[in-house]
């Protein structure tokens, strides 16, 4: 996709607008990140789980602030938001085991210790196929690249999403 056709319909958005300074790279990245991040055979909720868990681990604003509201748009409750950002304990937001595995498959992978990621594994490997492994995996790694590079750039959260934010008691 040419970056003058993304930006016809208006802003795409700030991850969409910094790339397209790269128009070589623009097509490509934004095809990896659709793939990596978008919907699949996994419900697009288990997707927001990992994205707003990891973006909130890396400390990323654009993407935990972007992510909230697209959770909460997706059956996530409010608690359960706060789960995932840290601002309240997830272990009693999340009943469903696979969610719990998701989520410590999450804590691990940030955290990167072999030990942690061997038995996060394995909680994960009782509720998902190894595809579905594969998917989540490069759906948090996918999201761990996007959240240093909107923080790297302090790219905007939008005033739309802040205000939403506000809207459900959450801050931006």
Request: overall charge negative; aromatic content about 6%.
């Amino acid at each position: 996709m040419a970056a003058r056709a993304l930006f016809a319909d208006g802003d795409p958005g700030p991850i969409a607008a910094s790339l397209a300074h790269l128009p070589d790279l623009f097509a490509p990245a934004l095809a990896f990140i659709g793939a990596a991040l978008a919907g699949s055979w996994l419900p697009t909720r288990t997707k927001e789980i990992v994205i707003l868990r990891m973006s909130a681990l890396a400390g990323c604003r654009y993407c935990t602030a972007a992510h909230s509201v697209v959770a909460l748009d997706n059956g996530l409750t409010v608690d359960q938001v706060r789960g995932l950002r840290g601002e309240l304990p997830h272990e009693l937001l999340f009943v469903e085991g696979s969610d719990r595995a998701v989520i410590c498959w999450c804590d691990a992978v940030h955290a990167g210790s072999d030990s942690d990621l061997s038995a996060a594994r394995a909680q994960l490997g009782r509720h998902y196929d190894d595809a579905s492994v594969v998917e989540l995996t490069v759906c948090a790694t996918a999201t761990l690249m996007l959240n240093r590079y909107a923080t790297s750039l302090a790219l905007p959260v939008s005033a739309e999403t802040l205000t939403r934010l506000a809207a459900e008691g959450l801050p931006g």
